[in-house]
């Protein structure tokens, strides 16, 4: 018996593939990087700002967004930061460890519509895991797009994530890299200050530019404050929501903002459509 395409797409959304993890690394006492491979060592397919639903069989499933661009072929990985039971067995398993995947869901970044812009970033903690998508496409198709402003802020040093790109980024001079945290420690060099603090010094090319903002809830009200005393325009404005997004098809309504499914028009949101959704800022 044959099965259509499209039932082969739709097994692929609501079963779970078995991946296994190919390596481990922890950056802080909350969060872990995995690399992740897909049985034949296929790439995920994803868009920077997607994310997938990772399963412990017995244990549950939760939606962890994709940090690897898409340019990286093969494995995908994930930064999962330890919040509940499913996060901390997810932990505690080594390389060799095999999980659930299904996905990738929701809208990304139009990184197609972004060519030729200048793309200022800004991610307040672990808002910075699914931004790393969309740095590293942009750094990796770099001819494609204007200037790459990153602006990384945490509650303190210990807090930022993947350290090692931090000074590579640091030391590029393709890149405007600022970073911040709300409290400095004897050994900080770097501003201190909440995220906010980094945007009236700099110098865009408004109409020019794209910004994309992921972080906590309570930030984006500050973060959009800034960026109209900056004069950024509405529709160049880009963020991604947070929500608890449980079966990723819009079924179940665990995401739902009024009429809006965060996992299926989000979790990436062009900032117009989001000023008149109530609750969702």
């Given at each position: 018996?044959?099965?259509?395409?499209?039932?082969?797409?739709?097994?692929?959304?609501?079963?779970?593939?078995?991946?296994?993890?190919?390596?481990?690394?922890?950056?802080?006492?909350?969060?872990?990087?995995?690399?992740i491979k897909l049985p034949g060592g296929r790439s995920l397919g994803h868009r920077p700002g997607q994310f997938v639903q990772v399963s412990l069989?017995?244990?549950?499933?939760?939606p962890i967004s994709i940090t690897s661009s898409p340019t990286k072929k093969g494995n995908f990985e994930l930064c999962v930061r330890e919040v509940g039971m499913l996060t901390k067995l997810l932990h505690e398993l080594e390389v060799g460890s095999t999980i659930g995947i299904?996905?990738?869901?929701?809208?990304g970044f139009d990184v197609e519509?972004?060519?030729?812009?200048?793309?200022?970033?800004?991610?307040?903690?672990?808002?910075?895991?699914?931004?790393?998508?969309?740095?590293?496409?942009?750094?990796?198709?770099r001819n494609d797009y204007g200037r790459l402003i990153i602006l990384y802020g945490a509650k303190n040093p210990n807090e930022l994530l993947f350290p090692d790109e931090l000074k590579q980024w640091e030391k590029n001079k393709d890149i405007e890299y600022h970073v911040t945290v709300d409290q400095g420690t004897?050994?900080?060099?770097?501003?201190?200050?909440?995220?906010?603090?980094?945007?009236?010094?700099?110098?865009?090319?408004?109409?020019?530019t794209i910004t994309a903002v992921v972080g906590p809830p309570i930030m984006y009200k500050f973060v959009l404050m800034s960026?109209?005393?900056?004069?950024?325009?509405?529709?160049?404005?880009?963020?991604?929501?947070?929500r608890r997004m449980k079966c990723?098809?819009?079924?179940?309504?665990?995401?739902?903002i009024n009429h809006s499914y965060v996992c299926?028009?989000?979790?990436?949101?062009?900032?117009?459509?989001?000023?008149?959704?109530?609750?969702?800022?």
């Open positions: 018996m044959s099965i259509a395409i499209s039932e082969v797409k739709t097994q692929e959304l609501y079963y779970p593939e078995i991946a296994e993890i190919t390596a481990v690394k922890r950056f802080t006492d909350k969060e872990k990087w995995f690399d069989f017995g244990a549950g499933e939760a299904r996905g990738p869901f929701g809208k519509s972004f060519k030729g812009k200048d793309i200022l970033i800004i991610g307040g903690g672990i808002g910075i895991v699914p931004l790393r998508s969309l740095i590293n496409y942009v750094i990796d198709n004897p050994e900080w060099k770097g501003n201190t200050g909440v995220i906010t603090t980094l945007i009236p010094g700099l110098d865009l090319d408004l109409p020019n960026l109209k005393t900056k004069r950024i325009p509405d529709e160049n404005i880009y963020l991604s929501l947070e990723g098809v819009g079924k179940c309504g665990h995401c739902q299926q028009d989000g979790p990436v949101y062009h900032y117009p459509e989001l000023k008149n959704l109530q609750e969702a800022i």
